[in-house]
């Protein structure tokens, strides 16, 4: 059973530039969220997608937004990139119920430069 | 809001010994409690959880008990391994799968 897998796994883009990445979550699950995790830090809640809407954000602009298909897999998309954007992002999955676990994917890191 | 606290690192320890971290936490209603663990380079992996209040859990030798009177999640192991170098976040779920992480302990485990 594959867990949560994320691509691609290493990118450098351009200030300015759009990034977009992609998760396929763990089989059977229906709830894809993505978060940031800047250097040194935890990871940051940034949207959380439910039969393919947005249900929940946290913190951050509209330069991030998000896509979930049919199929349960996501895209995270950031525009006009800031080299403040550079980090790991992860990408989680789960059931949606309450106290259920969540799996984490090893993470795509995003290098702004 | 919710908020996760935990002691700041590094925490070095030699092999064998015991350890704790601490783990506090404030949020509405009644959360789930999680530790998961980075190692370098990697994604996070759940290391345990906690759904109820009383609840310990436990995996791989470390536990944590879920304290709802102290508000607080310490992970505990009695006998350290190098290998359990890693960094150690904390988090809690009020509901929704929407995790809400501590800033990380790091851990250095000496031969």
């Known amino acids: 059973d594959a867990g949560v897998t994320q691509s691609p796994t290493h990118l450098i883009k351009t200030r300015g530039q759009q990034v977009t990445l992609r998760c396929s979550p763990k089989?059977?699950?229906?709830?894809v969220s993505w978060y940031q995790q800047a250097l040194g830090q935890g990871p940051q809640f940034i949207f959380q997608y439910y039969e393919e809407e947005e249900r929940q954000r946290g913190n951050f602009p509209d330069r991030f937004s998000g896509h979930q298909y049919p199929n349960y897999s996501s895209e995270l998309n950031v525009n006009a990139l800031l080299l403040g954007d550079s980090a790991l992002y992860l990408c989680?999955?789960?059931?949606?119920?309450?106290?259920?676990?969540?799996?984490f994917g090893e993470g795509s890191w995003l290098t702004v430069v | 809001g919710n908020s996760v606290t935990q002691m700041e690192g590094p925490v070095t320890l030699s092999e064998e010994a015991f350890l704790t971290i601490n783990c506090t936490y404030t949020a509405t209603g009644y959360p789930s409690l999680f530790w998961y663990v980075q190692y370098p380079g990697e994604g996070l992996q759940l290391l345990l959880k906690?759904?109820?209040?009383?609840d310990k859990g436990s995996n791989k030798g470390f536990e944590a008990t879920y304290r709802k009177e102290t508000t607080s999640f310490h992970l505990e192991k009695g006998s350290v391994q190098v290998s359990d170098s890693a960094v150690y976040f904390c988090a809690l779920d009020s509901g929704y799968s929407t995790l809400t992480f501590g800033k990380g302990t790091m851990l250095l485990v000496s031969p």
């Open positions: 906690a759904t109820k209040a009383d």
């Open positions: 989680a999955s789960s059931l949606n119920a309450f106290g259920n676990t969540i799996y």
């Open positions: 089989s059977g699950h229906d709830t």
